[in-house]
Antibody
């Protein structure tokens, strides 16, 4: 069974940093591209970042470019999101989502999310 | 900046049929954007319904179907049920790993 479990969320002050993790199991993590998607309270979903299976293709939404860094450790079956210079508007539930396949660029499995609150 | 448009809200009667659409602020949606659809109920993670325009995800009932209608992607629910009352999001793929979500449609079944 495919499982994605996010962790690392919490309360952080504006300007602070936080590192999210997503532990993957039930599939060969090293062969799948991954994404981070977030949802601010009461708002819609927003794609945040993408990383391919061997980390040589990475992209970010304009809203986080230059502040967030996506990475992965295939030996540990883990995906990460390093978030720096956090702003109030980064407050959201952050989901990791698997890309369905090389030629299917959609999300197929999602984690349950981890809440990040940016507030003083 | 690419804006993906969806109806903010829609209502359907139990047993009825509803079509939600997904468009682009400028231009037409085609299969090249690999439109996909996700269902989300409050407090829950999104659930994948449709990907690559019209392929149902595993376990999704066949009353959910995806298509291109005119210049938009569409999600049609045939025989709506009470537990279809959810938020529905479409996503268009822009290439290079970049995806753009629509603002979501809140579907009411009453």
């Amino acid at each position: 069974e495919v499982q994605l479990v996010e962790s690392g969320g919490g309360l952080v002050q504006p300007g602070g940093s936080l590192r999210l993790s997503c532990a993957a199991s039930g599939f060969t993590f090293s062969t799948y591209s991954m994404n981070w998607v977030r949802q601010a309270p009461g708002k819609g979903l927003e794609w945040v970042s993408y990383i391919n299976s061997n980390s040589n293709s990475i992209n970010y939404a304009d809203s986080v470019k230059g502040r967030f860094t996506i990475s992965r450790d295939n030996a540990k079956n883990s995906l990460y999101l390093q978030m720096n210079s956090l702003r109030d508007e980064d407050t959201a539930v952050y989901y990791c989502a698997r890309r369905a396949g090389s030629f299917v660029p959609n999300f197929d499995y999602w984690g349950q999310g981890t809440l990040v609150t940016v507030s003083s | 900046q690419t804006v993906v448009t969806q109806e903010p809200s829609f209502s359907v009667s139990p047993g009825g049929t509803v079509t939600l659409t997904c468009g682009l602020s400028s231009g037409s949606v085609s299969t090249s954007y690999y439109p996909s659809w996700y269902q989300q109920t409050p407090g829950q993670a999104p659930r994948t319904l449709i990907y690559s325009t019209n392929t149902r995800s595993s376990g999704v009932p066949d009353r959910f179907s995806g298509s291109i209608l005119g210049n938009k992607a569409a999600l049609t629910i045939t025989g709506a049920q009470a537990d279809d009352e959810s938020d529905y999001y479409c996503v268009l793929y822009m290439g290079s790993g970049v995806s753009v979500f629509g603002g979501g449609t809140k579907l009411t079944v009453l």
